[in-house]
């Protein structure tokens, strides 16, 4: 054995063939295990066939197919270097088994038609699909391999040939490849090759079999494969149906498609049928009716289904009594308060009463005093008159403490002792349900739903409930109009009818059956809320909207019509209000996960990606498979940089969905293009493309790949014209049409501008003035990746925003270029947005985290000085501006800010060293010339007041408490014809102001313009409150002034 193969240390053989080995290796530079392929016979044919192999698998990058880590040649040998696939082969298994279960063949086959599909979109066909190469991981996961047999979709095939140099495998090949029609090989050879596969998966063999070559051939030709079912009874009609569609002999009628094979197989899973696969749970299968229109609005209605007259089906027999019998009628009515006291009469007579302990085990029970409970039901059980009931009291106790195990052997005793008993077929379904085995609850409740008696309505709405979220719609309906005809007056089938027509898109046979319920029910708050949830996936906002408003005006105190309100509010772009509404329900009821989602997204609107986080991590610790919540997530996840969670999230939603989203593939390849991974990027878009080829999310980041792969820009610009064509008519398309229009202008001899050139253009345009065409370039550099540089990035374009005045989004930007990258600056210029738009306390904490790192960050000392000083903490904004200006002696803003400060702080001689200093350094401000003017007022200093009031007025005319100012100043000074000339100017302006008045006349009194100066004492007099300070002061002067004038007069 070798000892070695490059740098890879080989420490065991794992297979041989007859062409080459297989070793596991060590290898130091990864220090991991790997796999070693050695080509052994070095013959021309089949070199060319392992190269076919290295070149074809080193292109595909996919979950189910074994992933190449490096290639090369030893000592004449090529070699391959593959992934270790720790586990067997799937042929290993059948060979061990004979067969696995129908439910993990259809995991397995839908895997791996998902890897074929992937492979399909990169012109790559495998067309030796068989057990034997396919892997399965110790997770359980297959994986396919032995890609030697490979070739382009678009490459000429050689003949068939005996050596099986393109036909595949005897017993897997496709007719076409048995017949050596080597034009027909292509995509549906793989679809038939995966039938082949999942047929020996459920029967343990190939579809055709023989003992020699000839006989091979002419079965696969002729004999079409005996039916799955013969073989395996547990294989249910639509899953043999979608295997055998797979192996027709004519191409054109299987399986369009890998990936329509991949869907066939996920709707088996949840289509009517006899028997279903088990261990397979729908409740989170992505195809169900849908929690928001379904699951949950059941959830209002009730945590379990009614029992109503089940109670009474259990036909207790007794002695004629009328003690007895009133027990008898209070149990089936679920009168526990009545019963307790018929159990406790019964039991003072005879303590060991069968009925008594029954009955008082039954109040119990539904005071949930578990154990006291037990210890009545169990003696009651041992009388045999009471066994069956006390054995359906006991199931629902031990369904109450969560032992489901235990709840359903007490529930198959009942059915034991009293076969067909409604009562017991419900309970035993609904444990069934909690311990996910819908499909026996659905078994159980057959008989009972069919058989007329007094329990038939119940298990009919739950039989159609458990229908209804199995995916069985056909079969659901059948029941519950059942159900409806039993009870015309009850408004539960009806409202499950209108669910059920809502879900298949029948939306005005669901507003029919709502319309009826209403007619029938009290509970008209639950039924409002529905159809506004019905109304909401119809679109219908004013529908849904009235419905809403009126489910809460009834239900007030109801966390699910608040969300439901909030849901539609949110689609009508009402965000505030829908928060609202979400806020109040989960004050309600704090996990409500329509509640928490609705919150999720009104966070993710606006970027606030902590609350929205929290908000999806508490829906997903109730429901860990809710692909809603996940997707979201990793959206969130995404922006706050954290791209590994994000990638877990959305391959964990592919992964429910069945990967059958095309939507979800393309948003993983939007994470790696993101990050500058183009050839992660494609693989992702080539796979959404592979399940739909309008995807328009997967054109448009397919195209713009392909921008920077050599000689990619003619296919890139052919991507982008087909986004154009696939956009939704509500998008714009304003960045598409851009690139479009790049590309085709850009001449063939120059070379794109890469990611980091549109940051640069960006920041050569917003220096020169140009913020919108900043903006553009910076959103170019984000759609490509940014170069790596995607803080720099958003912090541009926040820039932009900031300086074309959309605060809002200017501070979404600054947020994301922080989860890109804690940096400074943009930690800075948000804490000045969040000033403007007055959020000072989230303002602080930015500043405050900056100087926690940097003490002396002169920008965070001048943001939080700010902050404190529109708190109205003085003090302590003095305390910072004063350490800015150390800092900053040159900025004449510093120097204004702590002017400002001191002034505020009763500080004159401060404020007018501070303002003369930032004016002396050349800011030209006339509000801080009034500032430093008033503290030259307060100092006594007025003809230094007056002329800083003068200067200010020089500068801005219409300042009004300057000019009020130099009033005073004025009349200190003596001179009383600058100051008339002042208020007559302010009055001008203000002509009911009586302070301004009041100077006037007091002004004119002094130039001896008695009369004038009367009248306005007297205007002034009659704007002011009688009784004041003021108007009595006033009042004196006015008398005092017309004393004299008449004094004058008389002296005349």
């Known amino acids: 054995m070798l000892k070695a193969v490059g740098r890879y240390r080989l420490q065991e053989e794992l297979g041989r063939g007859a062409n080459g080995v297989v070793y596991r290796a060590w290898d130091p530079e990864r220090s991991e295990d790997v796999a070693v392929k050695v080509l052994t016979e070095v013959g021309e044919k089949k070199r060319a066939r392992f190269e076919t192999e290295v070149r074809t698998l080193a292109r595909l990058r996919h979950p189910n197919l074994v992933t190449v880590l490096a290639y090369g ?33 259809v995991r397995i086959a839908q895997s791996l038609a998902q890897a074929v599909a992937y492979a399909h979109s990169c012109s790559v066909i495998h067309r030796d699909i068989k057990p ?64 082949a596969t999942l047929y020996a998966m459920l029967t343990g063999g190939p579809p055709a079999q023989g003992r020699t070559y000839l006989e091979f051939v002419q079965r696969t030709l002729n004999d079409p494969p005996i039916p799955p079912r013969r073989l395996a009874p547990e294989v249910w009609p639509e899953l043999e149906a979608v295997c055998l569609r797979a192996l027709e002999k004519e191409p054109a009628r299987r399986h369009g498609s890998a990936t329509s094979l991949a869907r066939a197989l996920h709707a088996s899973l949840h289509a009517p049928q006899g028997r279903s696969p088990a261990g397979r749970a729908p409740w989170v299968a992505a195809g169900v009716v849908g929690a928001a229109l379904f699951v949950g609005l059941v959830c209002w ?5 009614a ?181 015309p007056q009850e408004a539960g089938p009806e409202r499950m009818l209108a669910l059920l027509c809502a879900s298949s898109g029948r939306m005005a046979d669901a507003e029919a ?84 989602m609705g919150a999720a997204e ?51 939603v592919a992964r429910l969905e069945g990967g059958t989203e095309a939507n979800t593939f393309a948003s993983l390849g939007t994470l ?28 448009y980041g397919r195209g713009l790949c392909l921008i920077f792969v050599p000689g990619g820009r003619a296919e890139a610009l052919a991507e982008l014209r087909g986004a154009a064509a696939s956009m939704p008519p509500d998008m714009g398309g304003g960045a598409l049409q851009h690139w479009i229009d790049y590309l085709s202008r850009l001449p063939a001899d120059r070379e794109p501008v890469p990611p980091r050139g549109w940051l640069e253009l960006g920041r050569q345009r917003f220096a020169r003035g140009e913020p919108d065409a900043a903006a553009q370039c910076f959103t170019h550099a984000l759609e490509l990746g940014a170069g790596g540089q995607r803080a720099e990035a958003l912090y541009g374009l926040g820039k932009c925003r900031a300086l074309l005045g959309h605060l809002e989004l200017a501070e979404q930007e600054f947020t994301r270029s922080l989860w890109a990258r804690p940096n400074a600056d943009a930690l800075v210029s948000r804490g000045m947005i969040r000033i403007e738009r007055g959020d000072l306390r989230g303002a602080l904490g930015d500043f405050n985290a900056l100087l926690k790192t940097d003490p002396d960050d002169p920008l965070a000392l001048m943001g939080r000085g700010t902050v404190l000083a529109k708190s109205g903490d003085v003090r302590g904004s003095l305390v910072d501006f004063t350490r800015y200006v150390q800092l900053q002696p040159e900025d004449p803003n510093g120097w204004r800010s702590l002017a400002l400060s001191a002034f505020a702080e009763r ?75 002042d208020a007559r100017a302010l009055l001008g302006e203000a002509p009911d102001d009586p302070g301004v008045m009041l100077a006037l006349a007091e002004s004119l009194e002094a130039l001896g313009e008695g009369g004038e100066a009367l009248s306005y004492y007297q205007r002034a007099l009659a704007r002011l409150e009688p009784g004041s300070d003021d108007h009595a002061k006033v009042q004196a002067a006015r008398d005092r002034l017309a004393a004299a004038l008449r004094a004058a007069e008389g002296t005349q």
Request: net charge negative.
């Open 73 to 105: 040649e030893h000592q004449g040998h090529p070699y391959l270097v593959m992934e270790l696939v720790r586990g067997g082969s799937l042929q290993h298994e059948l060979e061990q088994r004979g067969g696995i279960p129908a439910a993990r063949a």
């Open 132 to 195: 034997d190469n396919v892997l399965i991981t110790s997770e359980g996961e297959p994986k396919l391999t032995d890609f030697g047999m490979a070739r382009d979709l678009d490459a000429t095939h050689a003949r068939l040939t005996q050596s099986r140099a393109s036909m595949g495998t005897p017993g897997y090949w496709a007719p076409e490849q048995a017949a050596g029609k080597t034009e027909q090989i292509g995509e549906l050879t793989d679809v038939y090759g995966l039938g």
């Open 301 to 305: 209605w009730a945590s379990e289904p």
């Open 307 to 487: 029992t109503q007259d089940s109670a009474a089906a259990q036909q207790i027999p007794s002695p004629p009594s009328p003690l007895l019998a009133q027990g008898k009628q209070a149990f089936a009515a679920q009168d526990y308060e009545a019963l307790r006291a018929i159990a406790d009469e019964l039991l003072a007579e005879q303590p060991s009463a069968p009925w008594g302990l029954l009955w008082r085990g039954a109040v119990r029970r539904d005071r949930e005093d578990w154990e006291a409970a037990r210890a009545d039901l169990s003696a009651a059980f041992e009388q045999s008159e009471c066994a069956p009931s006390a054995a359906i009291e006991l199931a629902r106790v031990h369904l109450g403490q969560g032992d489901q195990l235990a709840a359903e052997s007490w529930a198959r005793r009942a059915l034991e002792l009293r076969p067909g008993d409604t009562d017991a077929a419900w309970v035993l379904a609904h444990v069934l349900l909690r311990l996910e085995r819908p499909d026996e609850a659905l078994d159980v409740l057959e008989g009972p739903s069919s058989s007329a008696g007094p329990g038939q309505f119940a298990c009919c709405m739950l039989r159609g409930e458990v229908l209804l979220r199995s995916d069985r719609p056909a079969e659901a309906e059948e029941v519950l109009r059942r159900a409806a005809a039993l009870r």
């Open 513 to 596: 059956h709502f319309a009826r319920a209403l007619e029938v029910t009290d509970e008209e708050a639950i039924l409002l809320n529905d159809r506004a949830r019905v109304r909401l996936r119809g679109r219908d906002l004013q529908g849904a909207l009235a419905d809403a408003e009126r489910a809460v005006a009834l239900a007030p105190s109801s966390p699910h019509p608040l969300s439901t309100l909030g849901q539609v509010l949110l689609l009508g772009h009402e965000t505030a209000r829908a928060l609202e509404c979400f806020t109040s329900a989960l004050a309600l009821d704090p996990d409500h996960p329509y509640a928490l």
């Open 602 to 652: 009104v966070f993710f609107e606006r970027m606030d990606c902590e609350q929205a986080a929290a908000a999806l991590n508490r829906v997903l610790a109730k429901d860990p498979a809710n692909p809603q919540a996940l997707f979201l997530r990793g959206l969130v996840a995404s922006e706050l940089g954290d791209r590994a969670a994000a990638v877990r999230d959305l391959e964990e």
């Open 672 to 699: 790696y293009r993101e990050a500058g991974q183009l050839r992660e990027a494609l693989a992702y878009y080539d796979r959404a493309l592979a399940i739909d080829r309008r995807c328009f999310p997967a054109h």
């Open 907 to 981: 500080d004159p001689r401060g404020a007018i060293q501070a303002a003369t200093q930032a004016l002396t350094l050349g800011l030209e401000d006339p509000g801080l010339l009034e500032l430093r003017g008033s503290a030259h007022f307060l100092e006594g200093a007025y003809q230094e007041a007056h002329e800083d009031f003068s200067r200010a007025l020089t500068l801005e005319p219409r300042l009004h408490d300057a000019r009020a100012k130099r009033i005073l100043t004025a009349q200190h000074l003596g001179d009383h014809a600058q100051a008339r000339d």
